[in-house]
């Protein structure tokens, strides 16, 4: 049994991290892959474990021996979902390994878009505090998420967890389902339209796996409907947002803020407009990269295809 790597160096380029492959089967590892490299290096695989290295339809039909596809991440858009089924080949994700890291990394963004953290400590160093009569230095408005509103779009795992670290803050939630489906019983958070969650919300957090019903739902149209007050996160996918539009938005004032944790091609372009914008935030997409996530990452990885070896897959998206 053959096990290809294609692009492990981002989730852990120590080729010892993945000894727990080394049982299951032949492994060769990469640290990464182009799209070129994909068809000549899983040309004999059985088994393929890849993490944003991109497997198509026209890919996977000149892989004859495929039977699995691993994703090392939750979401799955790296993946031809509809060819693989059309193959009878299983493709798994790892579904719950950075809830609680992404959920606390939304909250890192947004109280930095709040409290200015890291504008106030700089001054501090820089010695505005000192050479100045008063005991209190205030840069920019401060702002108290208390009473506010947050908006989730995308209320799975992690958008369940961002909506009880917001309750906790004194925030009330609305939710927006891209899948439709209906609440759960018992739960508390309201649910309402995309449009209307862009009307209520102070705060609005993206949760939304990329799909072509969620590519661009952050455009000009939408966000026009936001308060000139609002803030924007994501750290989901960055084509869920036009960014010309949230950059115009942002330049314009439409609304107050926003930070990114992914755009829309990464590496950033050195030409993205968010670059330029008015208060924006930008991260080099790592809100799930805490030494404890990308461990269960591994682990639940390899469980994925010690289930497929045994006959009965987990976590199948397709």
């Known amino acids: 049994?053959?096990?290809?790597?294609?692009?492990?160096?981002?989730?852990n380029s120590d080729r010892n991290a993945w000894a727990g492959l080394d049982a299951l089967g032949e492994v060769a590892y990469h640290e990464v892959s182009e799209p070129g490299d994909v068809l000549e290096r899983a040309e004999a695989a059985s088994i393929l474990i890849v993490n944003k290295c991109p497997v198509r339809r026209d890919v996977i039909a000149k892989l004859p021996d495929l039977k699995y596809i691993a994703v090392t991440a939750t979401g799955f858009d790296c993946v031809d979902l509809d060819a693989a089924r059309d193959r009878g080949i299983p493709v798994s994700n790892v579904p719950e390994y950075s809830t609680y890291s992404v959920?606390?990394?939304?909250?890192?963004?947004?109280?930095?878009?709040?409290?200015r953290v890291g504008m106030h400590a700089d001054a501090v160093?820089?010695?505005?505090?000192?050479?100045?009569?008063?005991?209190?230095?205030?840069?920019?408005?401060?702002?108290?998420?208390?009473?506010?509103t947050m908006g989730i779009a995308g209320y799975g795992r992690i958008g369940r967890r961002v909506a009880d670290v917001a309750s906790a803050l004194g925030m009330h939630v609305v939710a927006y389902r891209p899948s439709g489906k209906?609440?759960?019983?018992?739960?508390?958070?309201?649910t309402c339209t995309l449009d209307e969650l862009f009307e209520r919300a102070d705060v609005i957090s993206l949760h939304?796996?990329?799909?072509?019903?969620?590519?661009?739902?952050?455009?000009?149209?939408?966000?026009?409907?936001?308060r000139p007050t609002s803030m924007l996160i994501n750290t989901a996918r960055g084509a869920l947002i036009v960014e010309q539009d949230l950059a115009d938005a942002l330049n314009a004032g439409e609304i107050a803020g926003a930070a990114v944790d992914v755009v829309t091609r990464e590496p950033i372009a050195a030409d993205n407009p968010l670059l330029k914008a008015r208060n924006c935030i930008i991260t080099p997409h790592i809100a799930w990269t805490t030494n404890e996530a990308r461990e269960?990452?591994?682990?639940?990885?390899?469980?994925?295809?010690k289930a497929f070896l045994a006959g009965k897959p987990v976590n199948v998206v397709n």
């Open 125 to 148: 160093r820089a010695g505005e505090w000192t050479n100045q009569p008063d005991f209190s230095l205030r840069k920019a408005a401060l702002v108290e998420l208390a009473g506010k």
């Open 296 to 305: 269960r990452l591994l682990e639940s990885t390899v469980a994925n295809v």
């Open 103 to 115: 959920a606390q990394f939304t909250f890192a963004l947004l109280l930095e878009l709040c409290q």
């Open 1 to 11: 049994m053959k096990i290809v790597v294609l692009d492990g160096r981002t989730l």
């Open 182 to 190: 209906a609440d759960r019983a018992g739960e508390a958070v309201a």
């Open 208 to 226: 939304c796996p990329l799909t072509d019903k969620t590519k661009g739902m952050v455009n000009r149209d939408r966000i026009r409907r936001a």
